[in-house]
């Protein structure tokens, strides 16, 4: 059982730490860096093993964004333009709607931006969640099918949708909607494919050198002859 004294010699050295990062990195770039694991980065790095390589990262569509950046928007709107000519009586209606309508743009803009589908050198997954986390993930060599869906719609903004099928009947990851150029996806994921299963280009072979009889003269050069 840790004592008192352990536990404040721990929060001791993380405080050091922090000041040593921010004596390397910049108080600013630290707090970038922080800012932009609030969007996935961080959970996809959690996600990886030593040695594995990334070869996509997928996220959603700009078009998902327009619903809760008009909302928070509008609610940034009212907060200028309606709030401070309200009655007193009903200002505490008028503050919650105009934080509500914030709150819902941030968080629901969050919470597109931390789902993340990523192709790796050696499987597929996808991390997505706000306050509850959740991950799933496939190896490669498993999926047998890949659907690539284009509705009207999303066609002038070049997003789509894809379906990942296997052997199984209940899987973790299948649906991976609204996203930009699914057909290329699915074509990095095919590729891999074929290289793992050893149906990929083949390297060329390089030429072997002609073998010499031993005390055969090296060649020379043709010149013209003498008279």
Do not use: C
């Amino acid at each position: 059982m840790r004592t008192p004294r352990d536990m404040l010699d721990g929060v001791t050295d993380r405080f050091v730490r922090w000041l040593d990062r921010v004596a390397e990195d910049g108080i600013v770039r630290l707090f970038w860096w922080r800012a932009k694991s609030w969007f996935g980065h961080r959970m996809v790095a959690r996600k990886l093993v030593s040695g594995e390589r990334i070869i996509t990262e997928v996220t959603h569509s700009g078009i998902l964004y327009v619903v809760p950046v008009a909302i928070g928007s509008f609610g940034l709107f009212l907060g200028i333009r309606w709030v401070p000519f309200v009655s007193a009586s009903v200002a505490w209606f008028a503050i919650l709607v105009v934080l509500g309508m914030i709150g819902y743009g941030f968080f629901k803009s969050l919470y597109i931006a931390r789902d993340r589908f990523v192709v790796t050198d050696s499987r597929v997954f996808r991390v997505w969640g706000l306050f509850s986390l959740r991950e799933a993930e496939m190896e490669i060599v498993r999926l047998l099918d890949i659907t690539v869906m284009r509705p009207w719609y999303l066609r002038p903004f070049n997003s789509g949708h894809l379906v990942l099928e296997n052997a199984a009947q209940q899987q973790g990851i299948r649906d991976i909607e609204y996203v930009p150029r699914p057909e290329d996806i699915a074509r990095v994921i095919h590729k891999r494919r074929r290289e793992m299963s050893g149906a990929g280009p083949k390297p060329p072979e390089k030429k072997k050198p002609n073998p010499r009889r031993p005390g055969h003269p090296p060649t020379r050069p043709v010149t013209a002859r003498r008279r």
